[in-house]
Structure formats: structure tokens, C-alpha cells
């Protein structure tokens, strides 16, 4: 018996050690559904320019995360707004940024629908880890981070009056 609960006992340490020292990425979100008041999950993307940027480099400014994908009807529909955020708020503190997602290889078709746009906006390469990290299940999603890096807003579904809402928020918090 006294054998018994040795072996049950060290079987039980060694579950927990093997679970507390997983190969887990530390970088990938493992929180619980996202929601308003959270950390924003910081990122390591590419952008069109061949610059690499992380959420990180956006501290102390408000940073307004568009995830969309070029099969994304609603998502392009919306583009004018985001555009017309940036150029209101860009000189106030506020990043807009294009967030390519759940759209592997589309990069350069991404980049040349913002180019003909007139799109001034920085656009963002997503990634299995950017999906998982933010949730995405649906287009659009829309992720605003205030100055410390919290969520303040965040739909995951096309919204008539985001623009207004993602205003007041930029308001409230720049």
C-alpha cells in the first residue's frame, strides 16, 4: 500500500513538471476568449514594406487592428473608413493598421489592392499565430488597443456604425 502511494505520488510530480516545462510557445495567447479590458496579444509580422513590426512598437499610442482577407467582401466594403481613421488620427497618436488574415498567399495581391486603392495605411502580413492569438473565426474583426495596450473595443462581425464607435473611442482615449 505505502508503495502504492509513493508511485502515485510520483507519477502526479512528474505530470506537473512535464505540463509546467511544456514546449509551449510563450508567444501564443493561451488566456481564454479576448475580451474587452484584456492584454492585446503582442505580435512579429511583416508589413508590405519588408519591415517587421510588433504590436510592442505601437506603445503609447491607440492602435486600431482591421483583420481582413481579400475574399472578404464586407471587409473591403469598410476600407474607405479605415482609411478616413488614419488620415483623421494618424497625427494624433493613433495607428491603423491593415491586418492581412486568414488568406496565406494572397501578399502581394494584398498589397497591390491597397496600392490601387490609394490605401496609406500600414499593411500587416498575417499568420497561423496571429489567428490563434486574436481568435479570428470571422471577417471583419476589429481590435482597438488604448495606449497601455488594453482592448477597448473589439466586433467580430460587420458593424453599420463602426466608424462612429471606433471614433469615440479614439476620442475617449487619445
Given at each position: 500500500?505505502?508503495?502504492?502511494?509513493?508511485?502515485?505520488?510520483?507519477?502526479?510530480?512528474?505530470?506537473?513538471?512535464?505540463?509546467?516545462?511544456?514546449?509551449?510557445?510563450d508567444?501564443?495567447?493561451?488566456?481564454?476568449?479576448?475580451?474587452?479590458?484584456?492584454?492585446?496579444?503582442n505580435f512579429i509580422l511583416e508589413g508590405s514594406d519588408g519591415k517587421?513590426?510588433?504590436?510592442?512598437?505601437?506603445?503609447?499610442?491607440?492602435?486600431?487592428?482591421?483583420?481582413?482577407?481579400?475574399?472578404?467582401?464586407?471587409c473591403k466594403k469598410k476600407m474607405p473608413k479605415i482609411q478616413k481613421l488614419h488620415e483623421t488620427y494618424s497625427d494624433m497618436g493613433v495607428a491603423v493598421l491593415g491586418m492581412l488574415a486568414m488568406n496565406k498567399g494572397a501578399e502581394?495581391?494584398?498589397?497591390t489592392y491597397f496600392?490601387?486603392?490609394?490605401?496609406?495605411?500600414k499593411l500587416l502580413y498575417g499568420n497561423d499565430e496571429l489567428t490563434k492569438n486574436y481568435e479570428l473565426k470571422f471577417l471583419p474583426t476589429v481590435v482597438v488597443v488604448d495606449k497601455e495596450g488594453k482592448i477597448v473595443y473589439l466586433t467580430t462581425k460587420p458593424n453599420p456604425n463602426e466608424f462612429e464607435d471606433i471614433t469615440a473611442i479614439v476620442e475617449k482615449y487619445k
Open positions: 500500500m505505502k508503495k502504492s502511494i509513493i508511485y502515485l505520488m510520483s507519477v502526479c510530480f512528474l505530470v506537473f513538471i512535464l505540463s509546467a516545462f511544456s514546449s509551449k510557445s508567444s501564443v495567447y493561451d488566456h481564454g476568449p479576448l475580451k474587452i479590458g484584456d492584454y492585446a496579444p517587421t513590426y510588433q504590436l510592442s512598437d505601437f506603445k503609447g499610442k491607440i492602435v486600431v487592428l482591421d483583420f481582413w482577407a481579400m475574399w472578404c467582401a464586407p502581394e495581391k494584398a498589397k496600392a490601387e486603392n490609394e490605401y496609406s495605411f
